[in-house]
């Protein structure tokens, strides 16, 4: 063989051999030791937490609850009460926060379920309860009128608790006692005392009107250790029915949605005796109606001993002040009707007039009295209607 190409075939074959280091080391930076690629590594789970903790049972109604999403988002929350009500509440828009949107109830469980997703799709489920205080006391609101009744177009609206409200906490107690009507109406509370707040509009209620009061204090403490009730109420406003009484000239006349039924002769309280059974000017309300009722002068403080002393039953009886007013049948006085005032403060007219006057008349409608120098005292009875709206106002925790 020629030397010089047994030379050529010798370099050619220890290039070759070179080359093979160079190309097993490019291979061997992209697998393992087994020859396979490396697995990209995993997303950490997302965590949850809810809020408030439930280590102590007792959280507060009016916290919020929170359930929150670390390294990942959240793909279902409840929270429900043991009876199954859901509590409403929303996510975020970054869908990594639930809050609740409602008031807790008070000495309630409630369940919380969560699950949140990591970036890989992995799912973290979280299960665990809270549970709400057990009050010291509870304030239960009596509401008048009551629901489902009809009542007349001067009938405030009445609420007196059983436990008295702080003074620090009267604004939170109104903006939580919500009046709607279906004919919109302004109007405003006032506070009568620490356990009685009386809401009126600012007219006459609209005839005819359908009235709605929520009462939202589930989660309201109204005083230290002390939480409100939630109620609801509806009621209806029947047929606008303003009566007038001339003390003067002894006459009641009787206006319903605006037209004059009738003129009715009566009598009212005489002037004698120091002025105390005058009948007193004013706008007043009926508070009840009786077919019958006792009418005693003990009840005022007039004794058996007194000349003035009376104990006598009478029909058809309309309660209009605190203090004893009545509209009612007197047939012993029909003679003096719509010619002298010799009652104690009553409004006596006929059996026949006092039998119509009440079948006629329901709770809450008006009767203005006008023709005496002795004016309704504040609070005696219904009586919203004797001062104007703006002092009215003054009254409110809202407006002062």
């Known amino acids: 063989m020629d030397i010089q ?8 074959a220890l290039l070759a051999a070179a080359a093979v280091p160079t190309t097993l080391t490019a291979c061997q930076s992209d697998r393992g030791a087994s020859g396979e690629a490396s697995a990209a590594p995993s997303a950490a789970p997302a965590t949850v937490t809810v809020s408030p903790a439930d280590a102590s049972a007792q959280v507060r109604p009016d916290t919020p609850v929170t359930v929150t999403a670390a390294g990942g988002r959240l793909t279902e929350v409840t929270v429900t009460a043991a009876d199954g009500t859901p509590l409403e509440g929303a ?22 379920h969560a699950v949140a997703a990591n970036a890989d799709g992995v799912a973290t489920t979280t299960d665990t309860t809270l549970t709400t205080l057990v009050p010291s006391a509870t304030a239960f609101p009596a509401v008048a009128p009551l629901s489902g009744s009809e009542v007349g177009v001067g009938m405030p609206i009445i609420v007196t608790f059983d436990e008295p409200i702080a003074d620090d906490r009267r604004t939170v107690v109104e903006q939580n006692l919500r009046v709607t009507a279906s004919t919109a109406v302004e109007g405003s509370w006032k506070w009568r005392s620490d356990t009685k707040v009386e809401f009126r509009p600012a007219q006459y209620w609209p005839a005819h009107t359908q009235v709605h009061l929520d009462v939202d204090l589930g989660a309201v403490e109204v005083s230290p250790g002390v939480w409100g009730t939630t109620r609801d109420i509806d009621f209806t406003i029947g047929s606008a029915m303003v009566s007038q009484v001339d003390i003067a000239a002894h006459t009641l ?135 104007t709206y703006e002092q009215w106002q003054q009254g409110s925790a809202l407006h002062a």
């Open 253 to 387: 006349t009787v206006t319903r949605d605006g037209e004059v039924l009738r003129t009715i002769p009566v009598t009212l309280g005489q002037s004698g005796s120091g002025g105390q059974f005058v009948t007193r000017s004013g706008t007043k309300v009926i508070m009840s109606l009786e077919a019958a009722r006792e009418m005693n002068s003990e009840t005022t403080g007039i004794g058996q001993d007194d000349p003035n002393y009376y104990n006598v039953d009478v029909k058809y009886a309309m309660r209009l002040t605190n203090s004893g007013e009545f509209l009612h049948a007197a047939p012993w006085s029909v003679a003096s009707q719509g010619r002298a005032n010799v009652s104690h403060g009553c409004t006596g007219m006929s059996t026949d007039d006092a039998k119509w006057m009440f079948d006629n008349s329901k709770v809450g409608d008006v009767v203005v009295y006008t023709g005496s120098d002795r004016t309704i005292e504040p609070g005696n009875g219904f009586n919203v209607w004797n001062e």
């Open 91 to 112: 996510l975020d828009a970054a869908g990594t926060t639930w809050t609740s949107a409602a008031a807790l109830a008070l000495e309630s469980t409630y369940a919380v």
């Open 5 to 12: 190409v047994r030379r050529r075939t010798l370099v050619g």
